[in-house]
């Protein structure tokens, strides 16, 4: 299975200062067709995940531009250019390159 | 507008069985994989199950396989988990969502596996 690894595990932040969160995979996440398949997902306390990111960098409708994705291979970055508040929550890398799908551990986000 | 809602979640025994629900609308349901995912309390997320658009693929956790079966009925937009042989350790809340990419989730249903 491919072992997906996030970095750091807390993070807190300070309001309208900018956050960086890794994910590594054990394998490229390159698929057959030259795509990767590197999605990025929050919860927010109490609710159901969301998808923010997909393939990399591409964002989700309705995602606020300070929210960007790069990276490629094994290496991965979720960037938010000024944190707000309403971006405290947990965040996951999921890989769906490969099967079985796989998750990272979760990044917490939380203002300083 | 894409909704997703889970149904089915319960108290069950140890070794005992449960079939998960999830009616989905706003999109053409049998053109999509469909995937559940769960969460232990406390926990991360946990990729549990995906199915094919016409059902001729699936594909499971090895924490679940020969135990879980994901189904389909796409003339109802619903997606199903039956889940047999039950352990405490697949207390959890349950997720369905929309593809193998998970764009769109649902509110989740409970399932607690306790004697």
């Known amino acids: 299975d491919v072992v997906m690894t996030q970095s750091p595990l807390s993070l807190p932040v300070t309001l309208g200062q900018p956050a960086s969160i890794s994910c590594r995979s054990s394998?490229?996440?390159?698929?057959?067709?030259?795509?990767?398949?590197l999605n990025w997902f929050l919860q927010r306390p109490g609710q159901s995940p969301r998808r923010l990111i997909y393939?990399?960098?591409k964002r989700d409708s309705g995602v606020p531009d300070r929210f960007s994705g790069s990276g490629s291979g094994t290496d991965f970055t979720l960037k938010i250019s000024r944190v707000e508040a309403e971006d405290v929550g947990i965040y996951y890398c999921?890989?769906?390159?490969?099967?079985?799908?796989?998750f990272g551990q979760g990044t917490r986000v939380e203002i300083k | 507008e894409v909704q997703i809602l889970e149904s089915g979640g319960d108290l069950v025994q140890p070794g005992g069985s449960l079939r998960l629900s999830c009616a989905a609308s706003?999109?053409?349901?049998?053109?999509?994989?469909m995937s559940w995912v769960r969460q232990a309390p406390g926990k991360g997320l946990e990729w549990v199950s995906t199915?094919?658009?016409?059902?001729?693929?699936?594909y499971y956790a090895d924490s679940v396989k020969g135990r879980f079966t994901i189904s389909r009925d796409n003339s109802r937009n619903t997606l199903y988990l039956q889940m047999n042989s039950l352990r405490a350790e697949d207390t959890a809340l349950y997720y369905c969502?929309?593809?193998?990419?998970?764009?769109?989730w649902g509110q989740g249903t409970v399932v607690t596996v306790s004697s």
């Open positions: 393939m990399v960098s």
């Open positions: 969502a929309k593809g193998s990419a998970c764009d769109y």
């Open positions: 199915i094919s658009g016409s059902s001729d693929k699936t």
């Open positions: 999921m890989q769906a390159t490969h099967w079985p799908r796989t």
């Open positions: 394998q490229s996440l390159v698929y057959s067709g030259g795509n990767t398949y």
């Open positions: 706003g999109f053409t349901f049998n053109t999509y994989e």
